[in-house]
């Protein structure tokens, strides 16, 4: 399978602490993009990355929240100090070029 | 500033008939748009874009419709079927390259 590969599926955690999600997109796409989506909304657009450099944040993404592509390749996404609000489908997507973009099919966090 | 919407929350249809899902979209320099289709527990899949000098595609059972005069957007599937139903969102083009999509409408299919 050569799509976008998220790890976790699902998480579980308590208020306050730290979570670390990575996400594989496909080999050959240099964009790289996270998104949120709650129950029922689409999808909301957190951050990209165009190879290693990320270029855009939305003002969605609080400093409790860091996204990293250290080599151009997997990134990962870090929220520190949990809080329930936090609790959403976590989204990966990759693309080539600023069109089509291809999901993987996210992390699912709880925040109890 | 720009957003995306959709006409129905809901859609219920037959299987075999058509179905067509709208979406309105505002303030748009989109140079594209995209329809994916979720399934519940999955990320978003891909089904087809149109770019903004177009004003239709059609891919396999589906046709894109776009008119940019009254900034509107549709999806039509032929002859729907049971694994038609899904979440289905309409996507455009944001200016940091990245997606702004509506919030959905979920389509049933009825046997």
């Known amino acids: 399978d050569t799509g976008v590969s998220q790890d976790p599926r699902h998480k579980i955690t308590k208020r306050g602490q730290n979570v670390t999600f990575r996400c594989d997109p496909i080999?050959?796409?240099?964009?790289l993009y996270w998104y949120r989506q709650t129950l029922g909304q689409g999808p909301e657009f957190l951050t990209y990355f165009q190879n290693e450099a990320q270029l855009e944040k939305s003002r969605l993404l609080s400093d409790r929240f860091s996204a990293e592509r250290p080599k151009g390749s997997f990134s990962t996404l870090e929220i520190q100090r949990t809080e329930q609000g936090d609790s959403a489908m976590y989204l990966c997507?990759?693309?080539?070029?600023?069109?089509?973009?291809?999901f993987g099919q996210g992390t699912r966090l709880t925040v109890v | 500033g720009e957003s995306v919407g959709l006409h129905l929350p809901t859609l219920s249809v037959q299987e075999g008939d058509n179905s067509i899902i709208n979406c309105a979209y505002s303030n748009s320099a989109s140079d594209y748009f995209i329809w994916y289709k979720q399934e519940s527990g999955k990320g978003p899949q891909f089904i087809i874009d149109i770019r903004s000098n177009m004003d239709k595609r059609q891919g396999q059972r589906v046709t894109v419709l776009l008119n940019k005069t009254v900034k509107h957007l549709s999806l039509q599937i032929a002859a729907t079927q049971p694994g038609d139903s899904a979440v289905y969102f309409c996507?455009?083009?944001?200016?940091?390259?990245?997606?702004?999509f509506g919030k959905g409408t979920k389509l049933s299919v009825k046997p």
């Open positions: 080999s050959e796409h240099n964009r």
């Open positions: 997507a990759s693309s080539p070029d600023r069109a089509e973009a291809f």
């Open positions: 996507a455009k083009g944001g200016s940091q390259g990245n997606l702004i």
